[in-house]
């Protein structure tokens, strides 16, 4: 760490292009002076210049004030004198970070990326050291303190502080804003994803249930972060809220008033096939006799900056575990859930007939048979739709379809989810309840006519099916590549 205080941050340097702007002026000064052409170096290097100065940035002396102030903040807690005062430094920090405009924000990732890595010096050594002895501990220790990056130290201290947790969070969703269009900051991202996935233990989550006696700005965050199934206010989120319908949330100790992620169930006499009965918010509730399936119908995550923190799957088995002791009648859990890319995949298997079909890599992940019998549906449906099957967008078009027709949608979709799923850009929810032990149960026709539903699958919706018996099974299936699916959807194939 010693070495750590010397290195100098990039903010307290003077700007790269002062050291470069006023030499390359003058040769282009004297170039034009003397009639002498400008060395092809010089030209490069003013564009250079002119180029960075329309695309940097300009930031006023306050705000590189603001940047190198806190830069020296992170220096100092992580000092031998920074670990005594840390709660202090740490707090000023949480501050500081929450006060960065979006440009300086920017340039503080970049500090983070640049100047708190590991030295590869360092790391190359203490490599070489435990490749040649790999029974010496002290050379496996020595190899892993010195590949950790030094800015985890920093969240971590960071973390320490009151309000810690939660900024860091949010530094994490403005750091996933960026990255597309920055993946140099990709290890910054890392880190804090390593670390928010140990702090989000499911160990150290509380769930709670949520009804209409829950604080009203809980009720209000449920609203505005339903990600699923749009709420249309008040008595529809009541009607959620009723005794045949249940609604479960994660929280952090650190983050008490927001929920983290939330599920929401019904309680039914039988397995979902259309999600409009369950958001129905005219409905009656049913008599508590009549409980025999759990229909996990909506998971919503509230914390862009928790995104890939593994929080859902074990919500849902928490939920399921908790109906059951609640509710011994309760037989089945399965979901109602939509297949979010099936349009999309329908549309890269082929284009108007006037065009050749173009599958690509649509069909990979098929075995041969199932990639003819993938293009045979598709012709079929495809002739239904009139050579346009953005007219299965349109409840009418569906409605109209023939037996035949309707039979290939099902069977593309089936083909999708059993053959494509396990295959890296499979569907989203497929994978996610697939990985979760979950089982492939059924298909769902007309199931959701909403105008999203209808763009993103044809209407269709699947059940997943949640044997508490059999979740590990399936995971190991799903992790080795193989779907488990019922023998409806193996009819299908």
Known sequence: MAEDKQRTPAGTDAPATASTDRPTRRRAASAALSGKPEPASAVKAAKAVKANKRTKPAFSAAQDRQLRALLLDCRRLLSERGEANGPGIAQAIVGQIDGLADELRGRLFEHLAHDYSPDPKKVLAAALAYAQAPANSAHLIQLTQAAEPPRQELFRRINRAPGGTAALVRLRRALLERLRSKPALAGVEHDLLHLLSSWFNPGFLQMCKVDWSSPAQLLEQIIHHEAVHEV?????????????????????????????????????PELAGAIAPLIDKKSQPLAPDQFRVAVFYSISNCQPGLRGVSLGNFLIKRVAEQLKQELPQLKTFCTLSPILALGVW?????????????????????????????????????????????????????????????????????????????????????????????????????ANLSVKGLKQSAGLMVNYLYDLTRIETCHDRFVRGRVVHSRALSALL
Do not use: M
């Open 232 to 268: 249309d206010g008040w008595d529809d989120l009541r009607r959620r809220l009723q005794p045949d319908r249940r609604c479960f949330a994660f929280f952090h100790p650190q983050l008490p008033d927001e929920p983290l992620i939330f599920v929401e169930v019904a309680l039914v």
């Open 346 to 446: 329908l549309h890269q298997l082929g284009s108007p007939a006037h065009d050749p079909p173009k599958p690509g890599s649509a069909l990979a992940g098929l075995p041969a048979a199932a990639a003819e019998r993938a293009l045979n549906a598709l012709a079929v449906l495809r002739a239904a739709a009139g050579d346009d099957l953005q007219a299965l967008n349109h409840a009418n078009t569906l409605s109209a379809l023939p037996a035949a027709a309707h039979h290939a949608l099902w069977r593309l979709a089936a083909l999708y989810l059993v053959h494509r799923s396990a295959q890296p850009g499979g569907d989203p929810v497929a994978r996610f309840h697939l990985d979760n032990g979950a089982r492939l149960e059924r298909l769902n026709a007309q």
